[in-house]
């Protein structure tokens, strides 16, 4: 169970992006931050279930009474050329963003590679993060004071960090290769914190506790578990919540949170040789993230 308090810090104005909000944790923190006043920019790869919960989150909103309000924007974060195309697009619509969420991601049974040639799971659960927070970084700095919240987990403690088998290549496995990318989400928001430390931006990671969400439909026995054992998504967003609003972290940079409290992590995720050696990489992979 969660030990969080409810945020009820007003979002009046502030424009938050959220990834993968037409489902489980970033549906329910979408619905969240829109209660409190917030614009939503929902970011989903499904039309179909996007306009859904578009209806649910605008629901939210209407019933917080904070004129919050919703807005859904279509991609595949597999894809670099929709993570450049969507960003572009959000920047033109919005050129100031109060909160960048990077939460879709993906657990999958077998090997896929993107129509970019890389692992699917390092694609989306790792470095669509790494291509949103570097692209949107001129509407987060136009803020001011902005916030990026990574959606991390406990799994990253699992992880491991092998340069010669980044993407599976050379042996998959479903559980190992979605823990590695919690660590590479880790180590970015470390890195990312650094390079931005003195703008206003700061950057965050969270671990959501084990929640029941559609993740793990491809990963049978925790599909299973998941409807028996885990945490419900509006729990599980509690703490992405937190980071997103509460005045409780203002100024905070650099940190994981568990159940709204900062905590350690492994000393591989500390490791900033290896954090500086994957931005090299990332930025390598995807073309951005070298100027800062």
Not at 38 to 52: F, H, K, S
Not at 207 to 226: C, K, M, N, Q, Y
Not at 237 to 249: F, Q
Not at 264 to 286: C, F, I, K, P
Request: glycine share 8%.
């Amino acid at each position: 169970m969660t030990a969080c308090n409810p945020v009820t810090t007003a979002m009046h104005g502030k424009i938050c992006v959220i990834t993968g909000a037409n489902t489980g944790i970033g549906k329910a923190a979408a619905a969240a931050l829109a209660a409190l006043g917030a614009r939503i920019v929902m970011v989903c790869r499904d039309r179909a279930r996007g306009e859904r919960a578009l209806e649910e989150i605008a629901a939210a909103a209407l019933k917080g009474g904070h004129g919050g309000s919703a807005e859904l924007s279509i991609a595949d974060l597999s894809s670099q050329s929709d993570i450049r195309s969507i960003a572009a697009a959000i920047l033109t619509a919005h050129p100031r963003i109060d909160v960048l969420v990077n939460n879709a991601g993906v657990a999958l049974k077998h090997r896929e590679l993107t129509v970019d040639g890389i692992e699917r799971t390092f694609a989306v659960n790792y470095l669509a993060y790494f291509m949103l927070a570097n692209l949107l970084l001129p509407g987060l700095r136009a803020a001011g004071s902005a916030r990026i919240v990574n959606v991390s987990s406990g799994a990253h403690r699992r992880g491991r960090l092998d340069f010669d088998n980044l993407q599976g290549e050379r042996s998959y496995s479903n559980i190992r290769m979605y823990s590695d990318s919690k660590l590479e989400d880790l180590m970015f928001t470390y890195a990312l914190a650094r390079r931005l430390a003195g703008t206003g931006v700061t950057v965050n990671a969270l671990h959501p506790g084990v929640v029941a969400t559609e993740i793990w439909r491809e990963v049978p026995i925790l599909d299973f578990l998941s409807r028996w054992l885990m945490l419900s998504p509006e729990k599980g967003a509690r703490t992405t919540v937190y980071l997103a609003a509460s005045p409780d972290v203002e100024g905070v940079t650099g940190q994981y949170f568990d159940k709204c409290k900062p905590v350690g992590t492994s000393a591989l995720s500390n490791d900033v040789a290896l954090q500086e050696r994957l931005w090299t990489t990332s930025v390598a992979l995807t073309g951005v993230g070298a100027e800062i």
